[in-house]
């Protein structure tokens, strides 16, 4: 499915901006949201089925807009003009391809590994850099990842419901990411070495049960 949409007037805010830990506002910002995505199941055996998800967007902000200085009593300090114009939206990966296997030795079992891959996620604009030369000028792109995970348990039929009795791990590889991050936020860079970054979490365990009907 390919769907195209766009954003009007969109408010962003940030908090502890700069050496001098200003705070910003936006008002009037537009984008788009352009992309295709698939998602679906096929059952190759009674026992075996297979999932697989693409998704390959192109979400991008397409105005100019005014950024407003805060103090940390939240007073106007000072108001500048910048321009994002095909800056990438930030916080998601803006291509996403995954597959998983679902497979059930016995009555009852299962277990289920999946596999994502995570590219094209870009770290969030900085609008005080947006200006000069720099106007329109693309955040960094943070480096691609993938994550493994696995999910296994155990169903119960009791007459109309069901128990599921099952276990987790979320990055299985332990696998070491950015999944975050702030471009310019150390310096008028649009690098690495300019950007404040936040990992994602490492290997987790969850265990619980499910009751459906």
């Not at 705070?23 to 697989?52: C, H, M, P, W």
């Not at 990966?93 to 994502?116: C, D, E, H, N, S």
């Not at 860079?189 to 009907?213: C, E």
Request: aromatic share 16%.
């Amino acid at each position: 499915m390919c769907i195209t949409r766009y954003g009007k007037n969109k408010q962003l805010t940030r908090s502890n901006v700069g050496p001098n830990l200003l705070s910003f506002n936006i008002n009037g910002l537009n984008s788009r949201y352009t992309g295709i995505e698939f998602d679906g199941t096929y059952k190759l055996v009674k026992q075996l089925e297979v999932e697989a998800l693409f998704s390959f967007a192109d979400w991008a902000y397409t105005s100019a807009s005014t950024v407003y200085l805060l103090d940390g009593n939240d007073i106007p300090l000072d108001t500048i003009s910048f321009s994002a114009k095909g800056v990438h939206v930030s916080d998601a990966a803006q291509t996403q391809v995954g597959a998983a296997l679902r497979y059930m030795p016995f009555k009852g079992f299962y277990i289920k590994p999946r596999f994502t891959y995570f590219g094209r996620n870009y770290s969030n604009f900085d609008p005080l850099t947006l200006t000069d030369l720099n106007k329109d000028r693309d955040s960094w792109k943070m480096p691609s990842y993938y994550l493994m995970d696995l999910n296994l348990g155990y169903e119960i039929p009791f007459g109309a419901f069901k128990l599921n009795i099952y276990g987790t791990c979320n990055n299985l590889l332990n696998t070491m990411y950015i999944n975050d991050g702030r471009n310019n936020a150390n310096g008028t860079g649009f690098g690495a070495t300019n950007a404040t970054v936040f990992f994602g979490t490492g290997r987790t365990y969850i265990f619980g049960t499910k009751l459906t009907f």
